[in-house]
């Protein structure tokens, strides 16, 4: 599950043209919320989560002109091909 989250978390910040130091920072937040926010987890798909990974630390780093539905269109993307 780790592996296949850390490859979608890669490929959605890849596809959207995040800095790389920005899509670690991704990387460690779903960390976080896997070790010590377990309960988060409960009866929700692990994308989900990914995805508002993603659109969280791009709102903390003011990553300008990305919306929640850029993410949901890159995930899209992922998921398809």
């Known amino acids: 599950m780790i592996e296949l989250a850390a490859i979608t978390i890669i490929k959605i910040t ?38 508002c990974t993603v659109y969280i630390t791009c709102k903390v780093n003011y990553v300008a002109n990305l919306t929640f539905s850029d993410i949901i269109k890159q995930y899209l993307l992922l998921i398809t091909h």
């Open 14 to 51: 890849e596809g959207l043209s995040l800095h790389r130091r920005l899509g670690e920072r991704v990387w460690e937040l779903f960390l976080f919320i896997c070790s010590t926010e377990s309960q988060i987890l409960i009866d929700r798909h692990i994308d989900q989560i990914i995805i």
